[in-house]
């Protein structure tokens, strides 16, 4: 159709107008026995109290143009590998500081897993000698904690980043910004499961020796690699992107490679280093996480948007940010994710809901890309059909999709992106998100994996915080 | 000895016409004595309990209740299992492997569909919300919802006029747009008129008189009750003018409104003298012609003859001016309330009424007076939590049963809406509560149908099956109106 | 009883299906449309689903195809009394559309010689022949810049459908894509590419034919001088 100078976009020459109906379904039936076309929305009342927030929020003049930009920059960002380096010099962390994944706590409300965590990153700091010790000295106050998100970071669960540990460093070219995020551990008992025994604090160790300069030399001689595009490629490959890593994982080994095979390492410490980059699947999510970090950075701070731009859990709360609300935090408790559980495990042994990952749903894949990865379903539960259900539920919550990020069975439409906090509110569907299930006593390390959805109350929070600032 | 169920179910919402309609059918189970299926709000909460159900505590107006007493556990169990049943034949179809599911705000719907029309419909505190989202989403409103505050009704109009869309509302009940009826609308013949309307049976009223002069429309715009009042200043009035005077298909326009303000008809009347094609005003008000005079004058303007309107005249009703008692006008149709109660004020006198003439003519809560009386019963203050009369009766109904016992009510006045979106068999209820209310005493009834005959319902089926009753029908509300006042002597 | 589906009537071939009962032939049946003919020629009855080509003598449903019609190409079928009686249900018409209409522009002293385009009629493959769609968007042109244009077509030398086409151009109705392109050239737009792309879309070689007519009658009717200036 052309725009043309008919008023009200030409309504009066419509050969047969078409109609979208919201309510009472016998309008929609009178319409459908005068051959009408009908869409019915299956409209559902908003989250309960906001609706004077609702029209508020969305009589903002500056909301549509202020949530166009803000995806328009999300999905303009890019992400390389540019750098691998030590908190230290990659954050100016301080000894004595630990950052930690989601909103803000202290060592009283923290959960099982943060505490072993915790507990694990002191000793590997050297900073007591002991377990007993270290949580003495935690539970005293002794140390700062902060939120990865506070230092444009992310950690997978637990999330516990100290000096000492090596970081990846993504690049944004665009928006000129760097986001980092810790190097994957693997599986079983590791630190951001909350474990904390001598072979956690050993493998830290290694890492941090031998691993990281490796790793280091690889992309300083060999890189940058370009993490959106691996992201693209392994959509159409059977990975989301957050539970799911296989195929980015290879990927990014087959970058790596040839960098970390001419590193300046004794050959013994490259084959170790190889083999265990090589063993672990996950290991490209800690590459993922930061890459959607910077495209929610490059959306953030935005007035009038309600495009979300962090949902991060503590295991303890489960915390929002949105770009029109600056770096107020909207919490709520976290709940437990429902799944399926390693060995004799239950869901009794489940701690609630923990990890910066959820930057992957807030990013537009994870749980948002499901149906591009229907093998998921035999880890989280559930079947192929709910997989496609859940990709395509998300685009009522979101702004767009993604120009880069395909799902091939959808025909390649892009996955729905941006998560816009009156969508949420008005539909009452909660963002999908795909994780891992720590278990709740510390010390334990992975439990299983599954779905989970923030608590309701962060969105009509955050929709009222919006309100306030039209 | 009755065995009561009753459960809530959070979160499960469905429109209140669709639990009107399941309540029905749960009802006509067999050995169930009393059936409520609806949202927990308020007013249904009230309703429940005085059904005699116990409504669990906390519930709220997202919570759905299924209320069931019947004769025994058997039938109670039916009972449920026909709600049931009857509920989920109502939800949308979940598609097949893999299908999207529906959209689920009138955006979504709106992209899905391509449609270049909202009609919205839900309750009144949820409206604004999906009216702003079908704007953003370039649509027209047709907002059927009621109860919107006049600061929203602003509001959504100065959006909607920056995005070169109309809404139509709120509290539209009526309109055709290329010859697709929305919301309540009759089955009229296309042709040369457009119509803004500020009213939704008015303009229904209007419709019909057209149809049966052998005139038809080229679209009807709705533009809310309150457009013309001063707080809203014509905002859609204005637009809807201008896009018809550039509508080729329309050669003159009619606006029809509930009494305007003075200074916004004023300032309309000159923005309407320089479009460049005849715009002539049915706007209600002391002193200024009825709707059916008013459209009478288009016609002739139009150099088209005025036929005599159809009616159908009851015999053995008293004789003219031998009726004691006061007019009593129970009306769906808010706009036939106020054209019948200027008209019979002229000769009446003081009418009380829920939508007075003036302020100190108000009725009270009980609805009641002594004297002559009109009640709207489509107005906002009773319109909250049920469905409108034209889709549910029910008060109205009781209303007719209460003025036949009362002796002071000399002659009824009704009105009934035919078309889409109204009830599907209305005479028939009404001719039974028409039969009812004429048992036992001298009643004149005489009724104002509007309608067509190609409405699903037919005007002349429609017509018989009241006059059948023992009521005098009109096509012409001010016909109704004037044949209701002979009987009380005071119309000469 | 057979269920019945409620559609939408062209005011252009109401006739058809409104007037009394009579029978009808199958010329074709896709998944989105269904064409009916009459004995007599250029009345064909085309029955489209929402996704569909909509032609401007459509009987339209209000749901997007495939739709099952029942019938194959041969059939015959009763239409009258607002009703086509297909095998397995009827179509009803329960209301009429729009079809969109190019509007006449002012009377213009250019001239088309129309005797070449009219001897071309029938000329070509399929359903619609391409001189056919080339007349037609010669004739849309022609009635849009005011030119005037062919008294009578000769439309028994073409197929049904196609004389059914040219009668509804020759008096300005045409899919929506065509006239906002045709309103779009007289209207001097500067770009006219997306209407050009949109119906170059239409059919195999409809669309090109169709573009063709309309720029050969644009470009005779060109005047090189500005109004108003003496020549």
Redesign the interface.
Known sequence: ??E?A????G??????????????????D?????????????????M?GT?AD??KV??DARR?EANATAYARMTASTAELCDVKQAKDALGLERGTFLHAGPPIDWERASGPLRGAFIGAVLFEGLADNAEEAEKALAAGTFTFEPCHHRDAVGPMAGVVSPSMWMYGLRDEVHDAWSWCSLNEGLGKVLRYGAYGPEVVDRLHWMTDVLGPILQQSVRSTGPFDIKSILAQMLQMGDEGHNRNRAGSLMLLRELLPGMITADASSTDIAEAVRFSGANEHFFLNLGMPACKLATMAAHGIPGSSLVTTMARNGTDFGIRVSGTGDEWFTGPANTPEGLFLGDYGPDDANPDIGDSAITETGGIGGFAMAAAPAIVKFVGGD??FA??AT??M??ITLGEHPMFQVP?LDFRGTPTGIDVV?VV????LPQINTGMAGRVAGTGQVGAGLVTPPAECFPAALAALATRT | MSTTHVDLRRGAYHDSVTLLQVSRTVADVDGVEAAQVAMATELNVEVLTGMGFDVPEGAGPNDLVVAVRAADEDAVAAGVAAAEAALSAKSAPSGGFGDAPAPRTTAAAIRAGGAEIALISVPGRYATTEALDAIGAGASVMLFSDNVSVEDEVMLKDAAARADVLVMGPDCGTASVGGVALGFANVVSSGPIGMVAASGTGAQQLMCLLDAAGLGISHCLGVGGRDLKTAVGGRSTRQALAALAADPATTSIVVVSKPPDEEVLADLESYAAGLGLPVRWATLGAGRPDLTTALEAVLEAEGHDVPEWPKWVADGDPAPGSVTGSLRGLFCGGTLADDAMLLAAESLGDIRSNIPLRDDLALGSDLKHDGHVVIDFGDDGLTQGRAHPMIDPTLRMERIAAEAADPSCGVLLLDLVLGYGAHQDPAGELAEAIRDAKQGRELPVVVSVTGTEGDPQGLTRTAETLAAAGASVFLSNRDATRHALTFLGSAS | MHPTIPAAASPLTLDLVAGPSQQAVVLAAFPTALYLGRPEHAKVLPVVTRDALILPTALRLAEPGPHDWGVDAGDVVTLGGGLVALPGHGIRVVRSWRPRRVTIGSPSAVTVDWTSLLAQVGRGEGLTPRADDVLCGALLAARALGVSLPATLPVERTTSLSASLLEAAHAGYAVPAVIDHVTAVVAGSADTTSTREAVLAIGHTSGAGLLEGIDLVRNTSHCPLPEGIPS
């Open positions: 159709m052309t043309t008919q008023p009200l976009h309504l009066l020459s419509a050969e047969s107008p078409s109609v979208a109906t919201s309510g009472v379904q016998l309008f929609a009178a319409l459908r026995g005068q051959a009408v076309s009908v869409t019915e929305s299956d409209w559902q009342p908003p309960e609706e609702l029209a969305m009589a549509a192929v059909a496609l259900r395509q539920t685009y009522e069975i969508s008005r539909t009452g569907i």
